[in-house]
């Protein structure tokens, strides 16, 4: 509860970047999708990197999912969501770089976009339901990713204006910016944990289904 309570006030000091980080991510998506639906060449480009890059580089998770094992593909999801989608691509760069972290997630969500683009040349009652189910998972997973960047910022405000966490000195301002991004990772975790569920029944259970 200890840090719940810390996460809570956290984000309630940065309320507004946190609007504004989602505004950011998800209309970076939005445009992502946008473009690819016209331009049909990086979606494609994207989906047949991943198909092919994929059972070579994450033969664990290939193989949790194109075996059906649910919960591996909801375990091995977490773990690279958490760790390299977040701590490593976003935190990690932010910790020696502030606010680096803002940029590469914006740059995940125009990637994401285009990944996720839709095909418009066919809309089946199927089409538009894997659709809007994909929605749940970009909004669920993109969450994760949004909070991580507001974790970015708050540790470089903090080391660059040191008196508003009532620091006295950059380095002092950098350490209890360290401590808020790692307050708010137990929010990061429960969002992930809670798309990786989401993404692995999804692929293995629903989709099939609607096919």
Partial sequence: MTILRNVVAVLSNSF????????????????GMAYGAWDRSAPDA?????????????PAVYDAYMGGHLANAMVL???????????????????????SGIALG????????????????????AHV?????????????GEGYVLAM???????RS????????AASRWQGYK??????????ALVAIVLAVAAVYEATLVILVVPWLK
């Fill in 106 to 125: 914006a740059t995940r969500a125009v990637y994401w976009g285009l990944m996720f683009s839709p095909t418009l040349t066919t809309l089946s009652f």
């Fill in 150 to 156: 507001v974790a970015s910022y708050v540790q470089g």
């Fill in 159 to 166: 080391w660059l204006a040191p008196a508003r966490v009532g």
């Fill in 16 to 31: 507004r970047p946190f609007l504004l980080m989602n505004l950011v991510y998800f209309g970076l998506v939005g445009a």
């Fill in 46 to 58: 994207i989906r047949n990197e991943l198909k092919s890059e994929v059972p070579q580089q994450l």
């Fill in 77 to 99: 999801t977490f773990a690279i969501n958490f760790f390299a989608g977040s701590l490593l691509f976003i935190t990690l760069p932010s910790l020696l770089l502030p606010f």
């Fill in 129 to 141: 339901a894997l659709g809007l189910l994909m929605a749940g998972l970009i909004m669920l997973e």
């Fill in 176 to 185: 209890s910016g360290t401590w808020q991004t790692f307050n708010i990772y």
